[in-house]
């Protein structure tokens, strides 16, 4: 029997030793700014271009890579299961065997929440049941009717199919990976050493430059998507409020002058958030959004529809874990009916682009994650962070949707709520159950808690992203580069919703997450070679943790 060897511990990045990017990988910061850089270039000066090809893109991988989004996001629910109940590995700590977490459980399911999905659920929770109880492949498929109670449910199944297990899944897998490896290991806390086991010391070169490239591009692509969204709710808001009627155009929706403003208020109020570090702004920032968020579900809880919003979450939960399995792996292919073209468009449409935009987002929320984790078991950081952001999905949606449908169903919104933009429904449905004096009270308060959100995830992916680009130095950066990125972020969003709206951004983003997703696959074979061969060592008497001091929060 052959000697079974320690693990790596030791994954040199070439960093510069001084000028502008010291302590930063040049050949993964210069290249990630020139390419993103010129993407913006291309998409301003040649619009018609840029759109016509990212969209031939965008077709392409819907129609050749929709089997593979869909199973390789199935193949992540089950790692996750898999290492929760798998005794080796569920008990092994992110860190040493003595350590203990560094943020309490209230800031850690903050933080995972508001940098994960919180400003997404302000549009989606009330929006996307009202898309599904229109349509959906029940509908699709003469199996219940459209805008009818038959078909209640199954627009939760599906919100819940989007928004639940899976999402959070491909978030714990990569977080998890690189805490692990970073934690355990006492690598270097970027992408590229989750995946060690395979490719071991060829991770210091090109390789390895290469996976934090990629993920660098991925995550700018995926929360760029995000503030999309955010910038059109924000602006929304400021006109409900009286403050942003300038802000939208003839047409109802965004002018240039009011994209320009809020990406300058929110971009701004970012960086400077970002520059005070993860201990200080983002967690305090992310302690009052959730303390606003819980005020505004308490108020849909209680003033909203109750019953109809609390059946939506227990029978909506029961359908979806029931259906899972089989929703997890069930791919539409368009075989020349009208009926499987509207199945294969309708999962286009929802289910891959979703799955895009989670694996865009992973690397940005796995790797905060992983660095606000140091200290929790396996199974505690499998379980908390897919399982429970996962059911405060499932509770926004059920109250934010339910109370919106039931509004409509019964007359009370009179089609208020379904000809509001995705982005104003929640400040619309508000202001019926309120009236216009109260109404405006809460439209404030939303906006504030929009704010935060928006703030929350774009501070924490300029973070993250000088994280990689240091190759996984945690430390304070150099404050040129947070600024840097907080304004290329800002100039994505500002320069792809003036040229083509939030579909170019979808559309580059789809595109940018495919690659990331090879990447992830790897992980997960990564890790379990990882954990398996960790208690061969253990057996042998070899070492597996080469512990490193917890430095203490910025």
């Not at 639940?164 to 006492?186: C, D, E, M, N, P």
């Not at 200080?280 to 505004?296: A, E, R, V, Y």
């Not at 994505?492 to 003036?498: H, Q, R, S, T, Y």
Request: net charge negative.
């Amino acid at each position: 029997m052959s000697k079974i060897e320690p693990p790596l511990s030791d994954l040199p990045i070439k960093t510069a030793e001084g000028g502008f990017y010291h302590g930063f990988s040049k050949d993964v910061t210069i290249t990630s700014k020139l390419l993103v850089g010129l993407l913006i270039l291309w998409a301003v000066v040649f619009p018609e271009q840029a759109g016509g090809i990212l969209s031939g893109f965008n077709s392409f991988i819907l129609t050749n890579f929709a089997t593979w989004y869909v199973w390789v996001m199935a193949l992540f629910v089950i790692v996750c299961l898999v290492l929760a109940i798998w005794p080796a590995a569920g008990r092994l700590r992110l860190g040493h065997d003595n350590e203990r977490p560094e943020f309490s459980n209230f800031s850690w399911f903050s933080m995972m929440f508001g940098a994960g999905i919180g400003v997404g659920m302000l549009t989606w929770a009330v929006a996307e049941p009202l898309y599904h109880f229109k349509n959906n492949p029940e509908v699709i498929q003469g199996l219940a009717n459209g805008e009818n109670m038959d078909n209640f449910i199954n627009a939760y199944k599906y919100s819940y199919l989007h928004w639940g297990f899976s999402a959070w899944s491909s978030y714990a897998v990569t977080g998890l990976a690189l805490a692990f490896f970073a934690y355990r290991r006492g690598l270097p806390l970027t992408i590229r050493s989750s995946l060690t086991p395979l490719f071991g010391n060829a991770l210091s070169g090109w390789l390895g430059h290469i996976i934090d490239i990629v993920a660098v591009i991925a995550t700018i692509l995926g929360v760029a998507q995000t503030l999309g969204f955010g910038v059109e709710q924000f602006i929304a808001g400021m006109n409900q409020i009286g403050l942003g009627s300038w802000m939208l155009n003839g047409e109802g929706a965004p002018s240039t002058a009011g994209i320009v403003v809020a990406l300058v208020i929110i971009m701004g109020a970012s960086t400077m958030s970002a520059l005070s570090g993860v201990g200080k702004g983002i967690k305090w920032l992310s302690n009052i959004n959730m303390g606003l968020s819980i005020f505004l579900l308490a108020f849909l809880m209680i003033f909203g529809s109750t019953w109809f919003g609390t059946q939506a979450l227990f029978v909506g939960m029961w359908e979806y874990i029931i259906a899972l399995p089989g929703m997890l792996f069930t791919v539409y292919h368009d075989n020349g009916t009208e009926t499987s073209a509207a199945l294969a468009s309708w999962q286009g449409g929802w289910t891959v682009f979703y799955w895009a935009w989670w694996v865009a987002f992973a690397p940005f929320v796995g790797l905060f994650l992983a660095r606000i984790s140091r200290g929790r078991t396996i199974r505690e950081f499998v379980l908390g962070a897919m399982i429970v952001p996962s059911i405060m999905c499932f509770v926004w949606f059920s109250y934010g949707g339910g109370t919106a449908i039931d509004m409509e169903l019964s007359g009370v919104a009179e089609g208020a709520i379904y000809a509001s933009s995705d982005g104003g429904k929640i400040f619309t449905m508000t202001n019926i159950i309120l009236g216009d004096v109260l109404g405006w009270g809460m439209a404030v308060i939303i906006v504030i808690l929009l704010m935060t959100y928006l703030v929350t995830s774009a501070d924490s992916a300029v973070l993250i992203v000088n994280t990689i680009n240091a190759a996984g130095d945690e430390g304070p950066k150099a404050r040129p580069h947070i600024i840097f990125w907080g304004v290329i972020l800002a100039v994505i969003v500002g320069a792809l919703l003036i040229v083509g709206g939030l579909s170019a951004i979808q559309t580059a983003m789809v595109i940018g997450a495919l690659p990331f997703s090879v990447v992830m696959m790897l992980m997960c074979i990564a890790l379990f070679k990882a954990i398996y061969r960790d208690g061969l060592r253990a057996r042998a008497g070899v070492d597996t943790i080469t512990i490193l001091p917890q430095e203490p929060a910025e």
